[in-house]
């Protein structure tokens, strides 16, 4: 019996619901990992369909498409080379699987179904699957691995039974979503408890890319049984890494290799929305975006990411003055578009305001000039925005922060519209913490050039939606470091009003923000997508009513 393995781990992007596409990109990783002499590839979590599916597995058609690539792949396992760990989804007596195959010898030779299914924040994954039975370890070349998937290591169950039947190495293969601070809990939280009460090594294998409102970020690590990190990939990165492994009179464990740095705060955040908004852009095929460039830092951070993810040349500006534009405003977009090297338009949105107010000033006469007014001018750049995004197909992405969108102040079908949001989990707080981090660094898989990108000025100066004279958003909302502290209590962790005045917060501010908090709900259901930063994002993680009266205080 094989003292010695090689096993390669293939940190990779997917595609969900390309098959054939990424069961190419795995024949070619093979082939790879072939010539580096590898006994076995591993590829992450449902890497044969993508992940997350959703409701695409319900669909007869994918998973017959899937079992046949599967074959497929299985087949080309007849030549010499590696053994792949594969996960897909498969059907056992009518009932569906997320799981795992071990294809050898130009055959499946073993699958194994995830035991424990997710069913909190985005994932619902018992709404689809059927649990599989507590897995048995599978034999691949003189070694007993046990095949864990994702969530069944976040339990001790499926592990200690893995290692009472006899495993002698853990194999985890995932498909888990950025959040801050997830990667410190997946190591130390998770992997190492499980590692050190088993008494097996561990290597944890994610996948890395951006589906829909989710960011993976990768960071694969392998951990041997006595908790020591003896292999970590990077983040944010697809990659493909040789380990090699040895049995000795105590069991196997992983020769110690590369430890890559992993981004630091915020760093991570920055990466995580670059990400999103990449693969979102391309998976959708859009040529590029435009975004409404105001001379604010919302706007003037969204164009920092969008450059980052896309390349200047496919990032498109445009401001959109109007009679309350202020000419700081439009020397500072100006600045920002120039900084990042990419177009800027200009196309005053005044004539659109004349036409209006003669349009509706037979039906608002005697009435006096309120927030309406206001939001007409919103409403008018999201139509000429939408305009150029229709004429020239660059998809449209909006600039709404977390602080703005939980109190509503924001303009549906306004400064609303659009395909995708980069700042829709990111608090204004967060949003000046990053805009500071992009002036004085540049993320690693960063397009855009070195240096402030964003003026000093845009972060300095009092910010202001510019919808009537000298408005500031300090005239309506509390100073932001407060109103966040507060949303982090009533959005991030449930808590009451109580609970937050006895944190030190004015009772009828908390009050009234807790208010603003449930009627602007419907606002942010049809709100556009953006990419998840925290535990608690808007959609999946909190599925609050539209219409309801409970308030805590």
């Not at 695409?56 to 396992?77: G, H, N, Q, S, Y």
């Not at 090699?244 to 290799?257: A, F």
Request: with cysteine; aromatic share 6%.
């Amino acid at each position: 019996m094989a003292d010695t393995l090689t096993i390669t781990f293939a940190q990779h992007n997917q595609r969900v619901g390309d098959i054939a596409g990424n069961a190419k990109a795995m024949l070619a990783a093979r082939e790879r990992a072939k010539a580096a002499g590898a006994d076995l590839i591993v590829f992450p979590e449902m890497h044969l369909i993508g992940y997350p599916p959703e409701d695409l597995v319900l669909k007869p058609a994918l998973i017959e498409r899937a079992a046949a690539e599967l074959d497929r792949l299985a087949k080309a396992t007849d030549e010499d080379g590696p053994g792949m760990l594969v996960g897909s989804v498969f059907v056992r007596d009518g009932a569906l699987h997320n799981g795992v195959a071990l294809l050898d010898g130009g055959r499946i030779t073993a699958t194994r179904f995830k035991h424990e299914l997710p069913n909190y924040g985005t994932f619902d994954e018992q709404r689809l699957f059927t649990p599989g039975d507590l897995p048995d370890p599978v034999l691949f070349r003189g070694a007993m691995l046990g095949l864990p998937i994702c969530e069944d290591i976040w339990h001790p169950d499926v592990c200690r039974h893995l290692a009472d039947m006899g495993a002698q190495i853990l194999i985890c293969i995932n498909g888990s979503p950025y959040e801050i601070d997830k990667d410190v809990l997946r190591i130390d939280g998770v992997a190492k408890r499980r590692a050190i009460d088993t008494g097996l090594p561990l290597a944890y294998l994610n996948r890395v890319g951006g589906q829909d409102e989710l960011a993976f970020d990768g960071a694969s690590f392998v951990i041997n049984a006595d908790g020591t990190l003896a292999a970590q990939m990077p983040d944010w990165e697809e990659v493909e890494i040789s380990t090699r492994w040895v049995k000795g009179r105590d069991g196997w464990s992983c020769v110690p290799g590369a430890l890559h740095r992993l981004a630091d705060h915020p760093e991570d955040i920055y990466c995580a929305m670059v990400t999103a908004l990449r693969d979102y852009v391309d998976d959708n095929g859009f040529p590029g975006v435009l975004l409404g460039l105001s001379g604010g830092i919302d706007s003037a951070l969204c164009a920092a990411v969008a450059v980052d993810a896309l390349g200047a040349d496919r990032v498109w500006n445009v401001m959109l003055p109007s009679r309350f534009t202020s000419q700081e405003s439009l020397d500072d977009a100006e600045a920002c578009a120039r900084a990042l090297g990419c177009r800027l338009s200009t196309i005053p949105i005044q004539p659109a305001v004349a036409g209006f107010d003669a349009m509706l000033e037979d039906d608002f006469a005697d009435t006096q000039v309120d927030i309406t007014e206001e939001n007409i001018q919103s409403r008018i750049r999201g139509v000429t925005l939408m305009a150029l995004s229709n004429k020239f197909g660059h998809m449209l992405v909006t600039t709404g922060n977390k602080s703005e969108m939980s109190v509503g102040y924001a303009t549906i079908y306004g400064d609303m519209a659009g395909g995708y949001n980069p700042l829709k989990d990111a608090y204004k707080t967060t949003v000046f913490e990053l805009a500071k981090w992009r002036n004085r660094a540049k993320p690693k898989i960063g397009k855009g050039p070195l240096g402030e990108v964003i003026p000093q000025n845009i972060i300095d100066k009092p910010p202001s939606a510019e919808l009537r004279p000298d408005q500031k958003d300090s005239d309506s909302l509390p100073p932001y470091d407060v109103l966040d502290g507060i949303l982090h209590g009533l959005v991030e962790h449930e808590k009451s009003v109580d609970q937050l005045v006895a944190e030190g917060f004015e009772r009828e501010t908390v009050r009234r923000i807790e208010r603003l908090l449930h009627l602007a709900e419907y606002k942010r259901r049809q709100a556009p997508p953006g990419v998840k930063l925290g535990a608690r994002n808007f959609g999946r993680d909190r599925r609050y009513p539209i219409t309801h009266s409970f308030r805590s205080g």
